[in-house]
């Protein structure tokens, strides 16, 4: 297994609310700083940088190129031929850098269209000095042409090297554009819902834009990773938005769910929150609107300190947010490790169970019913963790039982609950918040197992 990380492989994550989407983790130093993009344009790097432009806009500086070599196999030294004087080149494929920008999500791994540069579109390539020379993708093959660093083992500026036309291998290259429109989304037909008791209501990009609590600000957010995203977002307030359907108050309980079902819920209490600047749902990102993923909408914090929040807490593409006006409930999970300790609270704990959504059929004996949960499994809520034999569940009045890590390891059938019944109902005070159960037909059951309700710390055993 692998170390831990509050993601636990939830975010990955993640993430609508997770996942993990957003602009290139900041880096300062030139070791350090990686390419990492995804949407919108990167922080200001070290170094030389590269202006792209696509469907979407980002940078590329030299540290992220530098990174990139140091921790990326997609680096490498190919023999070409210019003028008829042979050379090593060193540096990675175009179309590592086009992947950046040829698809609105930009999200990280990048994925380069293939389809797309197939169909053909131009790049032009545009140096220092104001040269520029544009290629056709339908005469170019993604495999033969390189942004390289190197030439003969000694460093150059930027520049473009490949089998093409001597005409296109361009020094100090400053910019990169793609014949790939925008995409325009303000005049798209998303529509935002709001579901607030019994009342719903509806708003388009344009219609939230022109509404007077628009508002534009610096913010971030640091995933679970310890990668901080920062940009400055555009987009309403939240707050003043849903006071015009309901009161909220420290117990107010609001679902956000996303255009891909995945859902996360936000007590009154942190939106309240308003010290260090406002929550708002934001659906610009440095001025252009961002796309599908992590768009439309997006929920961040912004203000003049350029207010932090967690990367769960930044929930993506929503789609509806739901009041059904009852209370929030939160609560904490410890996890006890080897070496450390941490704490999931209740958002880090949805957002493990809706991304991973491992669902069992618990029967419990002593009533003789059949019962459908839906959690996490044990084996992914620790997967990051390391050199562990078994597993203590321990209950909030003590009770706790001990399961061997090897019985554990990939049984989905073994989990941590969170919800239940067929409409996934969070549990009942009774048995919640969470609950370890495992599945009736299981094909491992681990040797000792006993249902653990009121679940509040899983501790790891050498």
């Given at each position: 297994?692998n170390?831990?990380?509050?993601?636990?492989?939830?975010?990955?994550?993640?993430?609508?609310?997770?996942?993990?989407s957003?602009?290139?983790?900041?880096?300062?130093?030139m070791?350090?700083?990686?390419?990492?993009?995804?949407?919108?344009?990167?922080?200001?790097?070290?170094g030389?940088?590269?202006?792209?432009?696509?469907?979407?806009?980002?940078?590329?500086?030299?540290?992220?190129?530098?990174?990139?070599?140091?921790?990326?196999?997609?680096?490498?030294?190919?023999?070409?031929?210019?003028?008829?004087?042979?050379?090593?080149?060193?540096?990675?494929?175009l179309?590592?850098?086009?992947?950046?920008?040829?698809?609105?999500?930009?999200?990280?791994?990048?994925?380069?269209?293939?389809?797309?540069?197939?169909?053909?579109?131009?790049?032009?390539?545009?140096?220092?000095?104001?040269?520029?020379?544009?290629?056709?993708?339908?005469?170019?093959?993604?495999?033969?042409?390189?942004?390289?660093?190197?030439?003969?083992?000694?460093?150059?500026?930027?520049?473009?090297?490949?089998?093409?036309?001597?005409?296109?291998?361009?020094?100090?290259?400053?910019?990169?554009?793609?014949?790939?429109?925008?995409?325009?989304?303000?005049?798209?037909?998303?529509?935002?819902?709001?579901?607030?008791?019994?009342?719903?209501?509806?708003?388009?990009?344009?219609?939230?834009?022109?509404?007077?609590?628009?508002?534009?600000?610096?913010?971030?957010?640091?995933?679970?990773?310890?990668?901080?995203?920062?940009?400055?977002?555009?987009?309403?307030?939240?707050?003043?938005?849903?006071?015009?359907?309901?009161?909220?108050?420290?117990?107010?309980?609001?679902?956000?769910?996303?255009?891909?079902?995945?859902?996360?819920?936000?007590?009154?209490e942190?939106l309240?929150?308003?010290d260090?600047?406002?929550?708002?749902?934001?659906?610009?990102?440095?001025?252009?609107?961002m796309?599908?993923?992590?768009?439309?909408?997006?929920?961040?914090?912004?203000?003049?300190?350029?207010?932090?929040?967690?990367?769960?807490?930044?929930?993506?593409?929503?789609?509806?947010?739901?009041?059904e006006?009852?209370?929030?409930?939160?609560?904490?999970?410890?996890?006890?490790?080897?070496?450390?300790?941490?704490?999931?609270?209740?958002?880090?704990?949805?957002?493990?169970?809706?991304?991973?959504?491992?669902?069992?059929?618990?029967?419990?004996?002593?009533?003789?019913?059949?019962?459908?949960?839906?959690?996490?499994?044990?084996?992914?809520?620790?997967?990051?963790?390391?050199?562990?034999?078994?597993?203590?569940?321990?209950?909030?009045?003590?009770?706790?039982?001990?399961?061997?890590?090897?019985?554990l390891?990939?049984?989905?059938?073994?989990?941590?609950?969170?919800?239940?019944?067929?409409?996934?109902?969070?549990?009942?005070?009774?048995?919640?918040?969470?609950?370890?159960?495992?599945?009736?037909?299981?094909?491992?059951v681990?040797?000792?197992?006993?249902?653990?309700?009121?679940?509040?710390?899983?501790?790891?055993?050498?």
């Amino acid at each position: 297994m692998n170390k831990l990380s509050v993601a636990i492989s939830f975010l990955v994550i993640i993430g609508m609310m997770g996942c993990t989407s957003g602009p290139v983790p900041t880096a300062p130093d030139m070791e350090n700083a990686v390419a990492d993009a995804v949407s919108t344009a990167t922080p200001d790097g070290e170094g030389w940088m590269i202006s792209l432009k696509g469907v979407r806009e980002d940078e590329l500086w030299q540290s992220d190129f530098l990174r990139w070599k140091l921790e990326s196999d997609a680096y490498v030294e190919v023999e070409l031929e210019k003028r008829g004087e042979p050379g090593v080149y060193g540096g990675i494929p175009l179309s590592e850098v086009v992947a950046m920008v040829d698809d609105a999500s930009g999200s990280m791994p990048y994925e380069f269209q293939a389809e797309l540069w197939s169909r053909g579109y131009d790049i032009t390539l545009t140096a220092a000095d104001g040269y520029s020379s544009t290629i056709s993708t339908l005469e170019v093959d993604p495999d033969e042409i390189f942004l390289v660093n190197t030439v003969n083992g000694e460093e150059v500026s930027p520049q473009i090297a490949g089998n093409i036309s001597s005409g296109a291998w361009v020094r100090d290259l400053v910019e990169i554009e793609l014949s790939l429109a925008p995409v325009n989304l303000a005049a798209n037909d998303f529509e935002l819902t709001l579901e607030i008791n019994d009342t719903v209501s509806s708003y388009t990009i344009a219609e939230l834009e022109a509404l007077p609590i628009y508002i534009e600000g610096p913010g971030q957010y640091t995933n679970s990773y310890g990668n901080t995203f920062g940009a400055v977002y555009g987009g309403v307030k939240l707050v003043p938005l849903l006071r015009e359907y309901m009161e909220i108050s420290d117990e107010t309980s609001l679902t956000i769910v996303a255009m891909d079902g995945y859902e996360m819920t936000f007590g009154g209490e942190m939106l309240l929150d308003q010290d260090d600047g406002d929550w708002i749902l934001a659906f610009k990102e440095n001025g252009a609107y961002m796309p599908e993923d992590p768009g439309y909408i997006r929920l961040v914090k912004i203000g003049p300190e350029n207010p932090n929040i967690e990367g769960h807490a930044s929930a993506r593409m929503i789609a509806r947010i739901i009041s059904e006006g009852r209370p929030f409930r939160n609560f904490q999970l410890e996890i006890v490790g080897l070496e450390e300790t941490e704490i999931f609270d209740r958002q880090t704990m949805q957002s493990g169970v809706t991304t991973n959504r491992n669902r069992v059929t618990y029967f419990d004996r002593r009533n003789e019913t059949a019962t459908a949960y839906l959690g996490i499994s044990v084996w992914r809520l620790l997967e990051r963790l390391e050199g562990y034999s078994a597993v203590t569940i321990e209950a909030e009045d003590g009770f706790a039982v001990t399961l061997s890590n090897d019985q554990l390891e990939g049984n989905d059938d073994v989990i941590i609950a969170m919800y239940e019944g067929a409409d996934d109902e969070l549990l009942s005070d009774d048995e919640g918040p969470l609950r370890l159960v495992w599945d009736q037909e299981a094909e491992i059951v681990p040797e000792g197992i006993k249902s653990v309700k009121n679940v509040i710390r899983v501790i790891l055993v050498r």
